[in-house]
């Protein structure tokens, strides 16, 4: 049975970590627990195409709070855990491990998931997919000088992507399917 005032935030990523500490600062008292997939405390995603693919080390810069955060917030993070079931008539979320988590509210911040390419799924060689911190790491030990990429995806994202890489001395060519490079964003005058 959960706690009265229990809440289960589900997806560690920034939008859960930011809603933990409103939680707390709009005067919740109650059991917080936050669940993430990743083994990583909760970090920013926007670096991963900047900082973390140009600096090797810029990973600890990204996280959403201090270290000691969760411990003097009393939310209890557990990383590295996968929810895989919600059962909402029990208000209970079973895990990857087997293990079952009883909550008075649960709140869904999973966000979304980089689109797979289906002739070129993840895992394929040469093929990355930036959407976690260990995406970005697994692409920035292939950005060598004379390295040849290919972005697909003329976005903020790949553009990002390509320019670390271009910077960092790699071939790059952007392919996008629109007619120009940030379609969806800018005025066809920029």
């Known amino acids: 049975m959960a706690d009265a005032d229990s ?3 589900i997806g560690a ?3 859960g970590a930011v809603a933990a500490a409103a ?3 709009l005067g919740h008292e109650g059991p917080i627990t936050l669940i ?3 083994a990583h405390a909760p ?3 926007p ?3 900047k900082d973390v693919l140009h600096a090797p080390g810029a990973h600890g810069q990204t996280a959403v709070h201090p270290e000691d955060f969760y411990e003097r917030q009393r939310v209890t993070l557990l990383t590295g855990t996968e929810a895989v079931q919600i059962d909402p008539a029990r208000r209970l979320v ?3 491990d087997g293990r079952g988590l009883p909550y008075s509210r649960c709140l869904l911040a999973t966000g979304g998931s980089a689109r797979e390419l ?3 799924p993840r895992g394929t060689p040469g093929v990355h997919y930036i959407r976690t911190l260990d995406d970005a790491a697994a692409l920035r030990a292939g950005l060598i000088p004379q390295a040849r990429v290919a972005v697909i995806g003329g976005g903020f994202l790949g553009l990002e992507v390509a320019s670390t890489a271009r910077a960092l001395g790699a071939e790059v060519t952007v392919l996008e399917s629109a007619p120009r490079l940030l379609e969806r964003v800018l005025p066809p005058a920029l």
């Open 7 to 9: 809440i289960l935030i």
């Open 13 to 15: 990523g920034q939008t």
């Open 23 to 25: 939680l707390r600062d």
């Open 36 to 38: 993430g997939r990743e």
């Open 43 to 45: 970090y920013e995603r």
């Open 47 to 49: 670096p991963l195409s």
């Open 94 to 96: 079973r895990l990857a």
């Open 118 to 120: 289906p002739s070129l």
